[in-house]
């Protein structure tokens, strides 16, 4: 089975700052991962994801994620946080070697509440 | 080009009463999925299909039966609204392909449903 945690329900960063959202996952083997954004009253939008390779991927609207086996972690990042970075941040998991029912769907964490401050 | 797109945006239900939540999506993706929010609980997934004729149960389908006649279509059912389906539905998408699980889904904008 797959899993997902992400272990802060909300994260406040002053605008300007760097702001990092944690995820940690458990899979069997190697994992696929993904990071989506939700604002208010919307359905989500994808924003990047690790598949293979470069430990460290870049995604849409400046965000980048960084890949860990050692410590099972794939945690989003910006360098610089915007106002407009305000929404609820969900991680995702897919574990490519699972043949269980719901193999093919995504496993999500239970989101975490990004707040950019002024 | 619409991406996934839902039907109602909000709905509320009695107890017993039936509805179908629609879906359809113009990417031409073989996969299409049924989630399930509820606050603070993340998304379960309810069914998923990985192509036409073809669907399966995900991690909470009780109470729900989908159908996939064509590619664009995929419509989710509760036969008999309970309080316990309160939730907001996501419908969503992705390309099928050589290896299907490293493809993103991307999501329609939600139906919000309150069972009284």
């Known amino acids: 089975a797959q899993s997902v945690a992400q272990p802060e329900d909300q994260v406040n960063v002053a605008e300007g700052n760097p702001l990092t959202v944690k995820c940690t996952y458990s899979?069997?083997?190697?994992?696929?991962l993904f990071w989506y954004v939700q604002y208010p009253n919307r359905g989500l939008q994808f924003l990047l994801k690790?598949?293979?390779?470069?430990?460290l991927v870049k995604g849409s609207y400046g965000f980048e994620a960084e890949f860990n086996k050692s410590q099972t972690s794939f945690h989003l990042k910006k360098p610089s946080a915007l106002v407009s970075d305000s929404a609820l941040y969900f991680c995702?998991?897919?574990?490519?070697?699972?043949?269980?029912?719901?193999?093919?769907?995504?496993?999500f964490g239970k989101g975490t509440h990004l707040i950019i401050q002024p | 080009n619409a991406g996934v797109t839902q039907t109602p945006k909000f709905r509320i239900l009695k107890i017993g009463q039936s509805m179908t939540l629609q879906c359809t999506q113009d990417?031409?993706?073989?996969?299409m999925y049924w989630y399930r929010q509820d606050p603070g609980m993340g998304l379960k997934l309810i069914y998923y299909?990985?192509?036409?004729?073809?669907?399966d149960k995900g991690e909470v389908p009780n109470g729900y039966n989908v159908s996939r006649s064509t590619t664009e279509d995929f419509p989710l059912r509760l036969e008999l609204a309970a309080p316990s389906q309160t939730s907001v539905y996501f419908c969503?998408?992705?390309?099928?392909?050589?290896?299907?699980?490293?493809?993103?889904?991307?999501f329609g904008p939600g139906t919000r449903l309150l069972v009284l």
């Open positions: 969503a998408s992705s390309y099928g392909g050589q290896d299907p699980r490293a493809w993103p889904q991307y």
């Open positions: 899979v069997s083997g190697n994992p696929y």
């Open positions: 690790y598949i293979t390779g470069d430990n």
């Open positions: 995702a998991v897919r574990d490519p070697m699972y043949s269980g029912g719901g193999a093919d769907g995504l496993t």
């Open positions: 990417m031409n993706h073989n996969y």
């Open positions: 299909s990985v192509g036409a004729g073809i669907t």
